[in-house]
């Protein structure tokens, strides 16, 4: 009963919802520093990129014909990772030299 209730629980369920809200956050993230002027258009392409792989590569567990989009996705999604990490850092020490927000008025 644990056994089967660990596969179904952890393989299926957990992953899939990681995976799932991992590449959400990587498109996310990359549209709100895109639309904001801090990165070029071309980060939300690549993070769309990494997001589509990525959610095709988290049904590897259900579809077995997908393992090798699986297996390109375990090189890419490191890269990307480190990639757009390199790009918050970067847009937060940014942020950080320009000093503190102006006060926004009420409406």
Do not use: Q, R
């Given at each position: 009963m644990?056994?089967?209730s660990n596969s179904?629980?952890?393989s299926f369920i957990?992953?899939?919802l990681g995976e799932l809200f991992l590449n959400?956050?990587?498109v996310v993230s990359a549209a709100v520093l895109t639309r904001s002027g801090a990165a070029p258009r071309g980060l939300l392409?690549?993070?769309l990129?990494?997001?589509l792989l990525g959610g095709v590569a988290m049904l590897r567990n259900v579809l077995p014909m997908v393992q090798a989009v699986a297996a390109l996705n375990n090189a890419v999604l490191p890269a990307w990772?480190?990639?757009l990490g390199g790009v918050l850092v970067r847009h937060r020490a940014a942020a950080s030299t320009r000093g503190p927000l102006a006060p926004t008025p009420c409406a």
């Open positions: 644990f056994a089967a179904y629980l952890g957990g992953e899939f959400l956050f990587f392409l690549a993070s990129a990494a997001g990772m480190l990639v």
